[in-house]
């Protein structure tokens, strides 16, 4: 196994490019931080590159190199110049990026994000959307990308169970579902109450809009149905993953 002690190692290099969406999509792969979630990433049969442990956790990244990846020790100092927490848990992997599912392919329910651009604000619905039990996410343009480190640290490990589509022009992609028999049900202010809502059958899809501007006009346009939580107190609304939250375990209950 071999060790890097600096900083311009082209390894090292590769993994922090890992930190941008564009440096993600050149190599292809994304970075996974903490030993939990490189276990849950190859549960989940993601392809393990490159691993980077402390010395400390030699044997651990020895476990991994039998697995596949090229493994590397070196200075906790080089671990947090990769990684994107502040107090790295001594460990971190690229895997290559998973493939999202094709629009036709969405399974039956689905909450799709539009404009959702907080990190911590998706991968709350993401892994909220997996403890529910939905089935997809669908990320409408302008949304944090769903492979940051930040978004898959929020997911805590939902990020590789539950799969994604990518829809740039969100609103199309609501009324193509619309046209093969989906319900569009969309959070927005100017809705109905979201408890005397329609029946949305076997397939339906969620729609959670941007924390400060709420949907597009577009999304609204393409919605079966604009609904939204009551406020009985004094807040006028909640945050969007709360709220996403509040109604898709509803959802789910019937």
Do not use: H
Not at 45 to 70: D, N, P, T, W, Y
Not at 83 to 94: F, K, L, M, Y
Not at 133 to 145: K, N, Q, T
């Amino acid at each position: 196994m071999d060790k890097i002690t600096s900083a311009k190692n082209p390894t090292i290099r590769a993994l922090k490019a890992l930190s941008t969406r564009k440096g993600r999509e050149a190599a292809g792969r994304f970075l996974v931080e903490g030993e939990v979630m490189l276990r849950e990433a190859l549960k989940c049969g993601l392809a393990l590159r490159e691993v980077l442990a402390e010395e400390s956790l030699a044997e651990l990244a020895e476990e991994f190199e039998r697995r596949g990846a090229r493994a590397y020790l070196a200075p906790r100092s080089l671990l947090e110049a990769v990684c994107d927490t502040r107090t790295p848990q001594g460990i971190c992997a690229s895997f290559d990026l998973p493939v999202p599912l094709p629009l036709n392919g969405a399974p039956g329910r689905v909450v799709a994000l539009d404009g959702v651009q907080d990190p911590g604000n998706v991968g709350t619905i993401w892994r909220t959307a997996d403890a529910a039990g939905f089935s997809a996410i669908l990320f409408g343009g302008g949304c944090a990308d769903p492979l940051s480190p930040k978004v898959q640290r929020a997911a805590m490990g939902s990020g590789f169970r539950v799969p994604f589509v990518l829809a740039e022009d969100l609103p199309a992609a609501l009324l193509d579902l619309k046209a093969r028999g989906w319900m569009v049900l969309a959070s927005d202010l100017r809705g109905g109450d979201f408890y005397a809502r329609p029946d949305p059958g076997e397939r339906f899809a969620l729609v959670i809009g941007n924390e400060a501007r709420g949907i597009s006009d577009a999304t609204r346009a393409a919605a079966s149905a604009l609904v939204k939580l009551p406020m009985r107190g004094g807040a006028e609304s909640l945050n969007a993953a709360v709220a996403a939250g509040i109604m898709m375990y509803e959802l789910m209950r019937e």
